[in-house]
T-cell receptor, first 110, second 113 residues
Framework: GQNIDQPTEMTATEGAIVQINCTYQTSGFNGLFWYQQHAGEAPTFLSYNVLDGLEEKGRFSSFLSRSKGYSYLLLKELQMKDSASYLCAVRDENTDKLIFGTGTRLQVFP | EPEVTQTPSHQVTQMGQEVILRCVPISNHLYFYWYRQILGQKVEFLVSFYNNEISEKSEIFDDQFSVERPDGSNFTLKIRSTKLEDSAMYFC???????????FGNGTRLTVT
C-alpha cells in the first residue's frame, strides 16, 4: 500500500527555522518531492531527493533517508510569505505518478 | 519562465452535464498529467499521458473521464456526466521527462450543483 504521513499543522515565528517531517511507506520508491501550495493556488515545486542526504536550495533544504522512509524540509529565515501548505510527494518506482501526502499547513507569525 | 496554463479558472455546471477542462502544458514537455484536489483534502492523481496515450490512470478515472491531446499544444480532460462529488480543483501538470519534477497549472475549480 501507499502511505505518506506529515504533521497537519505547524506554527513558527518570522526569522526562525522550521523542520517539516514526512514519513512514507510505499510499494516502490523513485524520488521524493516537496511542493509549496498557497491557499487556492497550484503546488509549486521546491525540491527533489532521490539519493540519501541533504539538498540545499537557498533558504530551503530537503533531506532523505531511504532506509528509514523519512524526509524533512527545512525552512530557514522564515518570512511571512512562507505561510502555506507544504506537500510531501513520493514518485512510484514503476510509474511516473506522484503520490501526495495531505500536506502540512505552516503559519508564520510576526 | 514558461508555465502551464489552464482554462477556465472556475467552471460551474449542473449534475449530469459534460465539462471539458483545458490545459496548455509547457511547450517542450512530453509528459502530461491531471490531478484533482477536493477542498481540504490531498492532491490525488487521476491520469498520466505520454506519446499520445494514457500511460496510467487511477481508480478515480473511470469511464466518465477521458483525456485528449487534440493538437500540439492543448491537453483536455472531459467529464461526460458530472456528479456532485466531482466538485474539486483540477490541476494539469507537465514535465519534460519521466523522472523530472511536475510543473502544475493554476487549476480549474469545478463546482457541480
Amino acid at each position: 500500500g501507499q502511505n505518506i504521513d506529515q504533521p497537519t499543522e505547524m506554527t513558527a515565528t518570522e526569522g526562525a527555522i522550521v523542520q517539516i517531517n514526512c514519513t512514507y511507506q510505499t510499494s516502490g520508491f523513485n524520488g521524493l518531492f516537496w511542493y509549496q501550495q498557497h491557499a487556492g493556488e497550484a503546488p509549486t515545486f521546491l525540491s527533489y531527493n532521490v539519493l540519501d542526504g541533504l539538498e540545499e536550495k537557498g533558504r530551503f533544504s530537503s533531506f532523505l533517508s531511504r532506509s528509514k522512509g523519512y524526509s524533512y524540509l527545512l525552512l530557514k529565515e522564515l518570512q511571512m510569505k512562507d505561510s502555506a501548505s507544504y506537500l510531501c510527494a513520493v514518485r512510484d518506482e514503476n510509474t511516473d505518478k506522484l503520490i501526495f501526502g495531505t500536506g502540512t499547513r505552516l503559519q508564520v507569525f510576526p | 519562465e514558461p508555465e502551464v496554463t489552464q482554462t477556465p479558472s472556475h467552471q460551474v455546471t449542473q449534475m449530469g452535464q459534460e465539462v471539458i477542462l483545458r490545459c496548455v502544458p509547457i511547450s517542450n514537455h512530453l509528459y502530461f498529467y491531471w490531478y484533482r484536489q477536493i477542498l481540504g483534502q490531498k492532491v490525488e492523481f487521476l491520469v498520466s499521458f505520454y506519446n499520445n496515450e494514457i500511460s496510467e490512470k487511477s481508480e478515480i478515472f473511470d469511464d466518465q473521464f477521458s483525456v485528449e491531446r487534440p493538437d500540439g499544444s492543448n491537453f483536455t480532460l472531459k467529464i461526460r456526466s458530472t456528479k456532485l462529488e466531482d466538485s474539486a480543483m483540477y490541476f494539469c501538470a507537465s514535465s519534460d521527462r519521466g523522472q523530472a519534477p511536475l510543473h502544475f497549472g493554476n487549476g480549474t475549480r469545478l463546482t457541480v450543483t
